[in-house]
């Protein structure tokens, strides 16, 4: 699986759209890019994922470049329920054979703030 | 999305003791569950891969002894912690990808289980 980059953290004022950046330069073809976060204390949550184009859901927007080495997930209207720690994942997705485990790194925290 | 669920949610014990954590899919059957542990400010990191109706395959520095895995069955993996020592607090967290998912193979997580040990 490649390598992602992620800054630290971040913070954004509530009702603003929060962009968290992933670099992942080295990310091969049949790669997916995930999103994941995990609020304090609670199991990690899937957040949204894709492969080459844009993806949107109730949660998130997933804009991922045209050279697809970085990706940017945004909510599009931060609330303190938000504040998270955000991981973005690249992996390869198979829809047979055994499941295989994701790979956290640091992650980003982000703090909604008030 | 697929419900995993986790219990206890959070148990304390005295060192010595064993204490037993269930991680269940709710509405899907996982041949696989990943159980992953967390110590304060830092990431998960896997323990080991829980296969139905066979040996759990565990990562490298992770006691197989020490930390028991049973995956009995399609909806139910149980991890053991034996003989728990207060450096075996931490909080304890199962995943499992829903089969249905199709290409996306997408996880899910349970809420975890913090335990600590006296």
């Known amino acids: 699986d490649a390598k992602t980059t992620q800054p630290p953290s971040m913070d954004c004022a509530e009702g603003r759209a929060a962009n968290l950046p992933c670099n992942h330069s080295?990310?091969?073809?049949?790669?997916?890019v995930y999103w994941y976060r995990q609020i304090h204390s609670q199991g990690p949550q899937y957040i949204i994922h894709?492969?080459?184009n844009n993806e949107t859901n109730e949660m998130a927007s997933l804009i991922i470049t045209e050279d697809r080495k970085s990706s940017t997930l945004i909510l599009p209207h931060a609330t303190l329920r938000d504040t998270a720690v955000y991981y973005c994942?690249?992996?390869?997705?198979?829809?047979?054979?055994?499941?295989?485990?994701?790979?956290f790194g640091s992650g980003t925290q982000l703090t909604v703030l008030p | 999305g697929a419900v995993v669920s986790q219990h206890p949610s959070r148990v304390i014990c005295k060192s010595g003791t064993s204490v037993k954590i269930e991680c269940r899919s709710l509405?899907?059957?996982?041949?696989?569950m990943f159980w992953y542990r967390q110590f304060p400010k830092k990431s998960l990191m896997l323990m080991a891969t829980?296969?139905?109706?066979?040996?759990?395959?565990?990562e490298q520095g992770v006691e197989k002894d020490k930390f028991l895995i049973n995956h009995a069955s399609l909806t139910l993996s149980t991890l053991t912690v034996t003989s728990a020592h207060p450096e075996d607090s931490s909080f304890y967290i199962c995943?499992?990808?829903?089969?249905?998912?199709?290409?996306?193979?997408?996880?899910?997580f349970g809420p975890g289980t913090r335990l600590t040990v006296l």
């Open positions: 894709g492969l080459k």
């Open positions: 995943s499992a990808r829903d089969p249905l998912a199709g290409v996306s193979d997408t996880q899910y």
């Open positions: 080295t990310i091969s073809g049949n790669e997916y």
């Open positions: 994942i690249v992996r390869v997705a198979r829809s047979s054979g055994s499941a295989r485990q994701l790979t």
């Open positions: 509405d899907f059957q996982a041949t696989t």
């Open positions: 829980s296969n139905e109706g066979s040996k759990a395959t565990y």
